[in-house]
């Protein structure tokens, strides 16, 4: 059989079934001896055939499922998606699981057991044991005194109590069994009545059957509405649906306003749960009890036995690609799924991924459209303040704070953006023009002024701020601005309007976020500060202000996305002001108030700029227009950097077919990060089949290198960054 194991090995590996002839079947995780270790493993394929002899073959230890964990369907789905990416599988199917399914951890839901004394374990003397190991009795009493526990009361007693409990089974003393699910009744809120635009839209999609739609709705127009009544159309003919959303985008409110509208079938899969939770969760997707699905990227590799329907929120998010390692893209995934299950994919978002766009116009997605909000909302107007005619101070020019004011004044939120956090963004000498730098990186260490120290955004290093120049003792002095400055600067102008700043600093903590954004929806902040953090998924009813202090720099970005990018982040932005009932204002300030982007933005829309992008971007040859991968490369000497990337270019020459161009070896536009050299070779290509083929190729080609072992090297399929 066919076997893959979490390695870093790009092959799946050849087992004999266990000695004890337990049935195997693919799907299955197995325990398999792996050099010296013992490791589980998930059997890809149950074969008669090896190409080792098989002398050579070693037997499974013990087959841990006695039904396949992983059904056909999904098995499908990672082994395309480790060829497509260029991941080792074992890694894909790893990826794909909850840690503690991956580790061996029986599939059952943890909150379903419960565990209970056997006669064999009643009749174990406390007494003695309690002096030997005290903890151990105290199991046994609290399991004697209550009957049965479940995992919730044996984790109050000691956090190792799964430790315990394995041992006591392997003595005998407990046995281990299933309890019945509670069903918990919730209050249900009723849908509110939908809009011409939603009605369109819902009847526009298909019950059943693979089809792909672009939804592409304002911001506040009502597609989580319309998400809603699709999933309720599943869930009345008996099928699951899987629901995608980016990282900082499954908020409780979220969760809540699923629940409250679709009643307790949800399974949450994000980060923030613990192992158990989303063992537990995945468990219930797999066994069908969970009926709706939702969670982050890695959701996509979720179980999935009753396939409805399948959506992805906010689908030009980048978090959808994972950005290390095994690097994929779920919003693309969600598509190849979609179609081999057989069922509809919605993708929704207000601006949507160039990609996406690009093949709704060429009709290979349905395209539907919630051009307005519902009821009395309006979109938000938005006003270009030119900075060369109102030069600020600190950042802020006199007609935004004039907005500002009026809105605070009539009792209004206002939020106001600048995606840089810190105090200041270069700390430099007024003398000699040094700046202070990160020691590992080609960067600027940031000032954050209330730590006092100075932090590099790339690579997290830290130190003491320091006051002088270290090249001519010249005093330093912080320059730009963070929203930490900007919060001071604001509270100072306006002392009576309470402010909270979101940006990841203050969040660090858990729960902080959650209180920060309680302050917010109870009024009791007025002036909403933050980063990207602020923009994504909230509904603040009372904003009817948005600021955006600075986003010139997005206007000359070095990568062909930069513009799609800034466009999108200004639409987002936007968006949160006027969601309510009382109408919204947008204020941008920008010295290039003439700039392209802004001027089609602004005053024809989003789909107006995309379209004039998509047309550079056909004539320039750039996604969707052509295919990319690159190989990434970093190490710490320079010259072994180069000379892989040579090496790997001269060796994929003779492999790629003439119309796979090669670009580089080239730097990244961040040379040195934590330490490291970073470079990179491009492959453009028309023909993505074409450059499909060549990718194994070459990139055992590269594995071969001599180099290959002292440079950390990867692909990334499809990247959405170009350093
Ligand atoms: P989006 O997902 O496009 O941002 P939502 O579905 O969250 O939009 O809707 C924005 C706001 O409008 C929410 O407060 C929602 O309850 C409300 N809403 C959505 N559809 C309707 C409707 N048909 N009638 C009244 N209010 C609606
Ligand atoms: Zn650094």
Redesign the pocket.
């Known amino acids: 059989m066919r076997v893959a194991v979490n390695t870093p090995v790009n092959t799946l590996f050849d087992y004999l079934p266990p000695d004890d002839h337990t049935p195997v079947e693919p799907g299955m995780r197995v325990r398999v001896p792996f050099g010296r270790r013992r490791l589980v493993g998930v059997v890809v394929a149950v074969a008669d055939a090896s190409e080792l002899p098989r002398g050579k073959l070693k037997p499974a230890l013990e087959v841990l499922d006695t039904q396949p964990l992983l059904d056909a369907a999904l098995l499908e789905l990672l082994t395309w998606a480790a060829a497509y990416y260029q991941h080792p599988p074992g890694e894909v199917i790893a990826a794909a699981l909850p840690v503690n399914l991956r580790q061996g951890a029986a599939a059952v839901p943890e909150k379903l057991l419960h565990w209970c004394l056997t006669p064999q374990g009643a009749a174990v003397a406390c007494a003695d044991l309690a002096r030997k190991a005290p903890v151990q009795a105290e199991f046994l009493q609290t399991l004697a005194n209550q009957g049965q526990c479940d995992a919730g009361a044996l984790r109050a007693i000691n956090s190792n109590w799964r430790k315990t409990m394995a041992l006591f089974e392997e003595r005998g003393w407990v046995s281990c069994g299933e309890a019945a699910p509670d069903d918990t009744d919730s209050v249900r809120d009723e849908p509110?009545?939908?809009?011409e635009f939603?009605q369109q839209a819902i009847a526009a999609v298909p019950d059943t059957g693979f089809s792909a739609c672009l939804l592409e709705?304002?911001?506040?127009?009502?597609?989580?509405?319309?998400y809603l009544h699709l999933i309720a159309q599943q869930l009345a003919a008996g099928r699951q649906s899987l629901v995608l959303v980016p990282e900082i985008g499954l908020t409780p409110q979220l969760l809540e306003r699923f629940r409250r509208r679709l009643g307790a079938c949800l399974a949450v899969l994000h980060s923030g749960l613990t192992d158990a939770q989303r063992c537990d969760n995945w468990l219930r997707a797999r066994s069908g009890e969970a009926q709706v699905i939702i969670g982050t990227r890695s959701a996509i590799f979720a179980p999935f036995p009753a396939p409805g329907l399948l959506i992805v929120?906010e689908e030009h998010d980048a978090s959808f690609k994972q950005q290390d390692g095994f690097r994929y893209s779920a919003r693309d995934l969600a598509v190849w799924r979609g179609r081999q299950l057989n069922i509809p994919v919605v993708l929704?978002s207000?601006t949507p991924a160039f990609e996406t766009l690009h093949n709704a116009l060429a009709s290979r997605y349905a395209h539907l459209h919630?051009p307005e909000?519902?009821?009395s909302?309006r979109q938000p107007e938005v006003n270009i303040i030119d900075l060369r005619t109102y030069q600020p101070t600190d950042g802020l020019s006199a007609p935004l704070l004039a907005a500002m004011r009026k809105h605070l004044e009539a009792g209004d939120q206002v939020l106001v953006y600048l995606n840089r956090r810190g105090f200041a963004p270069t700390l430099l000498c007024p003398e000699c023009g040094t700046s202070e730098e990160c020691q590992r990186c080609d960067a600027r260490m940031v000032l954050h002024q209330q730590r006092n120290r100075l932090v590099c955004h790339h690579c997290g290093s830290e130190r003491l701020r320091e006051l002088l120049c270290s090249q001519c003792q010249t005093e330093l002095v912080p320059v730009g601005l963070g929203t930490e400055k900007l919060e001071q600067r604001l509270t100072g102008l306006f002392p009576d309007h309470p402010l909270v700043r979101i940006d990841r600093d203050t969040t660090r903590k858990r729960g902080e976020l959650e209180r920060l954004l309680d302050s917010v929806r109870n009024k009791d902040a007025r002036i909403l500060l933050g980063t990207q953090m602020l923009t994504k998924g909230h509904?603040f009813?009372d904003v009817t202000c948005v600021a955006i202090v600075d986003s010139d720099q997005g206007l000359f970005g070095t990568d062909f996305r930069s513009g799609e990018r800034l466009a999108q982040s200004i639409l987002q932005v936007a968006g949160r002001a006027g969601?309510g009932d009382k109408p919204g204002e947008v204020w941008l300030q920008t010295w290039y108030p003439e700039h392209p982007l802004l001027n089609t933005l602004l005053h024809q829309g989003y789909d107006a700029y995309a379209e004039q992008a998509l047309n550079e971007r056909e004539q320039t040859m750039w996604p969707p227009f052509a295919h990319l991968t690159l190989l990434r490369a970093e190490c710490a000497r320079k010259d072994v950097l180069f000379r892989l990337l040579e090496q790997a270019r001269a060796a994929a020459v003779p492999l790629a077919s003439s119309d796979i161009r090669i670009l580089g070896p080239a730097s990244s536009p961040m040379e040195r990060r934590s330490g490291r050299y970073r470079a990179q070779l491009l492959f453009h290509a028309g023909n993505r089949a074409r450059l499909q083929q060549f990718l194994p190729v070459f990139r055992a080609a590269v594995a071969a290198l001599d180099d290959a072992r002292r440079v950390r090297w990867s692909l990334d399929v499809d990247p959405i960054e170009l350093f």
């Open positions: 509110p009545l939908l809009t939603q709705g304002v911001t506040g127009s009502g597609k989580t509405e319309v929120d929704g207000a919630l909000r519902p009821g909302a509904d009813p969601r």
